[in-house]
Protein backbone atom coordinates (compact mmCIF):
# COMPACT_ATOMS: atom_id res chain seq x y z
CA UNK A 1 0.00 0.00 0.00
CA UNK A 2 1.14 3.41 -0.55
CA UNK A 3 0.90 6.52 1.36
CA UNK A 4 -0.18 9.90 0.45
CA UNK A 5 -0.37 13.42 2.08
CA UNK A 6 -2.47 15.99 0.88
CA UNK A 7 -3.54 19.58 2.20
CA UNK A 8 -6.15 21.67 1.36
CA UNK A 9 -8.71 24.51 3.11
CA UNK A 10 -12.25 25.15 3.19
CA UNK A 11 -12.44 28.48 2.09
CA UNK A 12 -14.95 31.09 3.32
CA UNK A 13 -15.84 34.62 2.35
CA UNK A 14 -18.44 36.96 3.69
CA UNK A 15 -20.85 38.88 1.38
CA UNK A 16 -22.60 41.31 3.52
CA UNK A 17 -24.35 39.44 5.95
CA UNK A 18 -24.24 35.98 4.41
CA UNK A 19 -21.24 33.68 4.37
CA UNK A 20 -20.02 31.56 1.15
CA UNK A 21 -17.86 28.27 0.88
CA UNK A 22 -15.58 27.90 -1.72
CA UNK A 23 -16.05 24.43 -3.54
CA UNK A 24 -14.48 22.90 -6.96
CA UNK A 25 -15.62 20.72 -8.96
CA UNK A 26 -12.68 17.94 -10.16
CA UNK A 27 -11.73 17.56 -13.97
CA UNK A 28 -10.95 14.09 -14.11
CA UNK A 29 -13.88 12.34 -11.29
CA UNK A 30 -16.03 15.50 -11.51
CA UNK A 31 -17.11 15.37 -8.07
CA UNK A 32 -17.53 18.56 -6.15
CA UNK A 33 -14.72 18.84 -3.40
CA UNK A 34 -12.15 21.48 -1.29
CA UNK A 35 -9.11 22.00 -3.13
CA UNK A 36 -6.38 20.15 -1.75
CA UNK A 37 -2.83 18.51 -3.42
CA UNK A 38 -0.38 16.36 -2.61
CA UNK A 39 2.21 18.04 0.02
CA UNK A 40 5.89 18.49 -1.21
CA UNK A 41 4.98 17.44 -5.30
CA UNK A 42 6.32 20.86 -6.36
CA UNK A 43 8.47 22.00 -3.19
CA UNK A 44 10.62 19.47 -1.19
CA UNK A 45 10.15 19.44 2.51
CA UNK A 46 7.15 22.07 2.04
CA UNK A 47 5.29 22.43 5.62
CA UNK A 48 1.51 21.20 5.33
CA UNK A 49 0.56 24.70 6.16
CA UNK A 50 2.27 26.21 2.72
CA UNK A 51 0.59 23.38 0.53
CA UNK A 52 -2.52 24.22 1.63
CA UNK A 53 -2.57 28.04 1.01
CA UNK A 54 -0.37 26.94 -2.67
CA UNK A 55 -2.86 24.21 -3.55
CA UNK A 56 -6.17 26.51 -2.81
CA UNK A 57 -4.65 28.97 -5.04
CA UNK A 58 -3.66 26.74 -7.99
CA UNK A 59 -6.82 24.76 -8.58
CA UNK A 60 -8.73 27.65 -7.98
CA UNK A 61 -7.34 31.01 -8.55
CA UNK A 62 -8.46 32.22 -4.94
CA UNK A 63 -5.84 33.35 -2.40
CA UNK A 64 -6.77 32.55 1.13
CA UNK A 65 -5.21 32.70 4.56
CA UNK A 66 -4.96 30.47 6.93
CA UNK A 67 -7.29 30.63 10.57
CA UNK A 68 -6.85 27.30 11.98
CA UNK A 69 -6.22 23.67 11.00
CA UNK A 70 -8.94 21.18 10.98
CA UNK A 71 -9.14 17.43 11.86
CA UNK A 72 -7.38 15.62 9.39
CA UNK A 73 -9.50 13.10 7.18
CA UNK A 74 -8.23 9.40 6.13
CA UNK A 75 -9.19 7.65 3.23
CA UNK A 76 -7.96 4.57 1.12
CA UNK A 77 -8.80 4.60 -2.62
CA UNK A 78 -7.49 2.19 -5.67
CA UNK A 79 -5.42 3.51 -8.82
CA UNK A 80 -4.73 1.52 -11.17
CA UNK A 81 -3.53 -2.02 -9.54
CA UNK A 82 -2.61 -0.13 -6.45
CA UNK A 83 -4.35 0.44 -3.19
CA UNK A 84 -3.40 3.86 -1.68
CA UNK A 85 -3.82 5.62 1.88
CA UNK A 86 -4.11 9.27 1.59
CA UNK A 87 -4.23 11.33 5.15
CA UNK A 88 -5.70 15.15 4.06
CA UNK A 89 -4.74 17.97 6.27
CA UNK A 90 -7.18 20.44 5.77
CA UNK A 91 -7.46 24.01 7.33
CA UNK A 92 -10.12 26.60 7.54
CA UNK A 93 -9.11 29.58 5.67
CA UNK A 94 -10.39 32.72 4.66
CA UNK A 95 -10.90 34.83 1.27
CA UNK A 96 -7.84 37.20 0.70
CA UNK A 97 -8.01 37.72 -3.40
CA UNK A 98 -8.44 36.18 -6.20
CA UNK A 99 -6.83 35.82 -9.35
CA UNK A 100 -8.25 34.02 -12.29
CA UNK A 101 -5.57 33.64 -14.28
CA UNK A 102 -3.57 31.70 -11.68
CA UNK A 103 -6.32 28.63 -12.06
CA UNK A 104 -5.02 25.55 -13.48
CA UNK A 105 -6.82 23.37 -15.39
CA UNK A 106 -7.34 20.04 -12.80
CA UNK A 107 -10.55 22.16 -11.30
CA UNK A 108 -13.14 22.20 -14.38
CA UNK A 109 -15.59 24.62 -12.76
CA UNK A 110 -15.15 26.89 -9.18
CA UNK A 111 -18.41 28.29 -7.34
CA UNK A 112 -18.98 30.54 -4.26
CA UNK A 113 -21.91 28.73 -2.40
CA UNK A 114 -23.85 29.26 0.61
CA UNK A 115 -23.61 27.57 3.84
CA UNK A 116 -26.74 25.82 3.59
CA UNK A 117 -25.99 24.40 0.06
CA UNK A 118 -22.23 23.06 1.46
CA UNK A 119 -23.07 19.47 2.65
CA UNK A 120 -25.45 18.41 -0.58
CA UNK A 121 -23.27 19.75 -2.84
CA UNK A 122 -20.12 17.94 -1.74
CA UNK A 123 -19.43 14.49 -3.40
CA UNK A 124 -17.15 12.79 -1.15
CA UNK A 125 -18.00 11.65 2.50
CA UNK A 126 -14.39 12.64 3.44
CA UNK A 127 -15.05 16.58 2.47
CA UNK A 128 -18.41 16.02 4.48
CA UNK A 129 -16.89 15.17 7.35
CA UNK A 130 -14.56 18.13 6.93
CA UNK A 131 -17.45 20.07 6.84
CA UNK A 132 -19.05 19.07 9.69
CA UNK A 133 -16.18 20.80 11.71
CA UNK A 134 -15.40 23.63 10.03
CA UNK A 135 -19.54 24.22 9.67
CA UNK A 136 -19.32 25.16 13.76
CA UNK A 137 -16.32 27.06 13.11
CA UNK A 138 -17.15 29.90 10.58
Known amino acids: MKLEFSAGGVVFKKVGDHIQILVAK ?7 VFPKGLIGDHVENEAKEDTA ?9 ILAKILRPLEEVRYEYQFE ?4 EKTVYYFLMEFVSSDLSKKDHEMEDVAWISVDEVENKLTYPSDRKVWEEARKLI
Open 81 to 84: DRKI
Open 26 to 32: HSQHHGW
Open 53 to 61: VREVEEETG
